[in-house]
């Protein structure tokens, strides 16, 4: 593979931007190798600046559920785009886009936007404290909730990689990132994913002391890891018996498993949802949302302090509600969840095929291919997986047209623009990849 303007453009970067990206997982750190730089992308296709296409798995890191610059949603851009790029005064179009929200989730009764994902959890947790005057947050090893200082706690995927690179583990209860404050890190109790007997304890540990339980409903940061048989609805259970609130982010899984998420999925009502992601159509937009005794005690109606220059921005508003309008079409999430299975079936068969072991977890349209022969239920199982073979599949299947997330701890992404022909191409690298790299 030709890749010469990439080298020249990531060298150039790192002379004035920290590792030459402007967010860490981008800089193929977890493969050794140096990053593509992109030109353009389209439907399932992305192509990098020396002219090298791809079968794009990476959909943004969630966002292009559509497919890469869906025709309708680029068109919604353009007619906002041509009224003005932000006005920091309220639009109609953020009514309606909260109105779409609220229909897809039955728990959710009001919302607020913000323009990341970080934000929406962020204050989240905020209102959590507010709404229930306690200050611990429990997570979950190896979810990620952005950047924000309660948060950056055994971090999985992005903060993962940066951990492993510098040998050293997840420190639950301890800050994963210098210049978080351990004060910070330690209002934030740190269980393993899929164990409620570590939730229990830590009630019973802190007793009316714990805000809220915060948990992605499928772990998608770690690679994909499913929530266990009864996991969600005993969260929701314990919660409610301990009067804290229960926080899913979907900011991965919301519009991504089903039109109505996790939630939607598994049959289990969150108090504060966070969304991001797919609903910003590929621009910067988020939200979070829930029961309106809780949302109301946000500003300007509650005193919970929250706000943003370019929250519920005109482009991004428009961008989100051309994509979830899409969404709603009949069939969208049959498709998606069958294009997931094949794709699925297929790496498990061609593992098979070159005797390699792997356990492939998957959720509707994301999944994850890890090199271990045990199954994968928490963020422990997925550091004994074989990082060594993933980064020489990884090279393997760039090699071969198929660009994967550059990380072990990273979820594949299905859109719809992905044909049966690419799945089979795919399928087909990855008999020659599982073999180069067995
Ligand atoms: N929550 C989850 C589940 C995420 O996957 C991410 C981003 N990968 C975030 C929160 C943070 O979102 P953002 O990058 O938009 O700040």
């Known amino acids: 593979m030709v890749n010469h303007k990439s080298t020249a453009a990531f060298s150039h970067a790192c002379r004035v931007l920290p590792g030459g990206v402007n967010s860490p997982v981008r800089a193929f750190g ?10 353009s992308a389209q439907g399932s296709r992305i192509r990098d600046i020396d002219g090298n296409e791809f079968i794009d798995y990476v959909g943004s890191w969630g966002p292009m559920i559509l497919g890469h610059a869906h025709p309708a949603v680029l068109d919604a851009i353009h007619r906002a785009v041509d009224k003005g790029t932000s006005f920091g005064a309220p639009t109609e179009a953020e009514t309606e886009l909260a109105e779409r929200i609220i229909g897809a989730f039955e728990s959710i009764q009001k919302v607020r936007l913000v323009s990341s994902g970080t934000e929406a959890v962020m204050t989240a947790i905020r209102l959590a404290r507010a709404f229930t005057g306690r200050d611990l947050i429990v997570k979950m090893a190896g979810c990620y909730h952005g950047h924000s200082d309660s948060l950056l706690v055994a971090a999985g995927s992005g903060v993962a990689e940066a951990e492993r690179r510098r040998s050293a583990g997840a420190n ?25 007997d570590a939730v229990g304890a830590a009630f019973e540990a802190h007793r009316d002391r714990i805000a809220g339980v915060l948990v992605e409903p499928v772990a998608a940061n770690m690679g994909v890891v499913p929530p266990a048989e009864g996991y ?21 899984s919301g519009f991504r498993v089903a039109f109505g998420g996790a939630q939607e999925r598994y049959g289990v009502q ?52 051309a994509t979830l309008e899409l969404l709603t079409q009949r069939d969208t999430y049959d498709r998606l969840e069958a294009t997931g299975a094949a ?96």
Not at 232 to 252: G, K, N, P, T, Y
Not at 397 to 426: C, K, N, W
């Open 30 to 39: 977890g493969v050794d190798i140096e990053p593509l730089f992109i030109e």
């Open 172 to 196: 639950p209860g301890l800050p994963s990132s210098p210049g978080v404050p351990s004060a910070l890190a330690a209002l934030t109790i740190v269980v393993p994913y899929n164990d409620l």
């Open 232 to 252: 969600l609805e005993s969260l929701r259970l314990i919660c409610d018996l301990q009067r804290a609130v229960l926080i899913f982010d979907e900011v991965i």
């Open 270 to 321: 969150a108090d504060l949802t966070c969304l991001g992601k797919i609903i910003g159509g590929g621009l910067p937009l988020a939200a979070f949302g829930g029961k309106a005794e809780i949302m109301d005690m946000l500003a300007p109606n509650g005193k919970v302090y929250q706000a943003g220059t370019l929250s519920g921005n005109p482009i991004a508003t428009a961008a989100a509600n």
């Open 343 to 438: 794709l699925g079936t297929g790496l498990t068969q061609a593992a098979a095929e070159a005797d390699v072991r792997v356990t492939l977890n998957r959720v509707g349209s994301i999944l994850s291919c890890f090199f271990t022969d045990r199954p994968v239920r928490n963020f422990a199982d997925v550091q004994t997986t074989d990082i060594a073979r993933f980064k020489r599949f990884f090279t393997a299947m760039l090699e071969r047209g198929i660009y994967l997330a550059p990380s072990a701890y990273e979820a594949m992404f299905v859109s719809l623009a992905h044909t049966e022909q690419d799945v089979e191409r795919t399928i087909q690298a990855a008999r020659e990849s599982f073999k180069a790299c067995s």
